[in-house]
C-alpha cells in the first residue's frame, strides 16, 4: 500500500539528449515510477502539479517539499543537474542514479549512485528495480528515524541547510494569487505567440539596401552555414557577421539594389527559415 500522503519525487530528463530519444526517457519514467510505487509511494515528477502558478515556483516548491526524491543524472542535462543541487542545499533524502555510460560528477560522486544499463536490457532493469526499491524504503526509514539525517551536506562540514519559508493565506488571497498567476501565463502566451507570427520587423527609418537578422543564441556553425549560402542569392551584395555578445548574434545583409527588397526578403527567408527575428 501507497503511504499516506508520501510522495517520491522525481527528477529526471524528458526530452532527447546524449543520443537518448524522448520515447527512451518515457520508459525509464516508468521504469523509476513502478520502483517508486513498489516501495510504497506515489511518484510526482517535479515539474507536475496542479496549480497554475509558474513552473519554475512549482518546481522549487516540489524540490523542497517531497520527503525523498529519485534523479537521474544519465546524460548529465543541466536542468537535471541544477534542480539536484538545489535539492542537495535542502539536504532532504535524495537517491541518485545513472545509466552505465555516463561518468560521475565529481560534486556529486561522494554519493552512492546507483547504476542501470543504457540499453534497458530486460534481465537487468528488473534486477535494477528491485535495488532501486529497496533503496528508497531504506533511505526513507533512516532519515525518518535521524534527526541530523544529511544527504550531501555532512560530507563537507557542518552548514546552514537552505528551506523555503512559508506562511498561512486565506482562501481570498490564495484565489487573487492564482488569478494573478493565470492572467501573467497568458500575457506570457500572448507575446510569444507575437514573437512567432511577426517574423519581419520594419523601422521607418530603415536602410532599403540593409536586412539585419537577429539569429540569438543559435549555434554558431549553424549561422556560419547561412553565410556561406546568402551571398549565392540574387540580390544579395555583402554579408557581415556581428556578434553583439557571447549569446547573441546579428547578420548584417547588403543589398545590391537589382531586385525589389521583399523579394531579396524572401528568398533570404528561404534559406535561414521562420525562426528569426528581421530587422530591417
Not at 171 to 190: A, F, G
Not at 196 to 207: A, G, M, P, R, T
Request: net charge negative; with cysteine.
Amino acid at each position: 500500500m501507497k503511504k499516506e500522503n508520501q510522495t517520491c519525487g522525481i527528477v529526471m530528463p524528458i526530452s532527447e539528449i546524449d543520443g537518448l530519444s524522448e520515447a527512451h526517457w518515457k520508459e525509464m519514467l516508468t521504469i523509476i515510477s513502478q520502483s517508486i510505487e513498489n516501495a510504497g509511494f506515489t511518484p510526482n515528477l517535479v515539474s507536475n502539479s496542479e496549480d497554475i502558478g509558474v513552473i519554475q515556483k512549482r518546481i522549487v516548491q516540489n524540490l523542497y517539499e517531497n520527503p525523498i526524491l529519485v534523479c537521474d543524472v544519465s546524460g548529465k542535462n543541466p536542468n537535471v543537474m541544477f534542480e539536484l543541487g538545489m535539492r542537495l542545499a535542502f539536504d532532504k533524502p535524495t537517491i541518485i542514479i545513472k545509466d552505465n555510460k555516463t561518468s560521475y560528477s565529481f560534486d556529486t560522486s561522494p554519493i552512492e549512485h546507483l547504476e542501470y544499463p543504457r540499453d534497458l536490457r530486460f534481465s537487468k532493469i528488473v534486477e535494477f528495480k528491485e535495488k532501486l526499491t529497496e533503496k528508497i524504503k531504506k533511505t526513507h526509514e533512516k532519515a525518518s528515524k535521524s534527526d541530523d539525517y544529511s544527504t550531501f551536506l555532512k560530507h563537507f562540514g557542518s552548514f546552514k541547510v537552505a528551506k523555503i519559508d512559508t506562511e498561512e493565506v486565506t482562501k481570498e488571497d490564495l484565489i487573487m494569487d492564482e488569478i494573478k498567476s493565470l492572467r501573467e501565463m497568458v500575457l506570457r502566451s500572448q507575446r510569444i505567440s507575437r514573437r512567432d507570427q511577426v517574423s519581419l520587423f520594419e523601422s521607418e527609418k530603415s536602410d532599403h539596401n540593409h536586412i539585419t537578422i537577429c539569429f540569438g543564441d543559435r549555434p554558431l556553425d549553424e549561422i556560419e552555414k547561412f553565410i556561406s549560402q546568402i551571398p549565392e542569392i540574387s540580390g544579395v551584395k555583402e554579408v557581415l557577421l556581428e556578434n553583439m555578445s557571447d549569446d547573441h548574434t546579428h547578420l548584417d545583409i547588403t543589398l545590391n539594389g537589382e531586385i525589389p527588397k521583399r523579394i531579396a526578403k524572401r528568398r533570404i527567408q528561404k534559406v535561414v527559415g521562420e525562426n528569426c527575428e528581421y530587422i530591417e
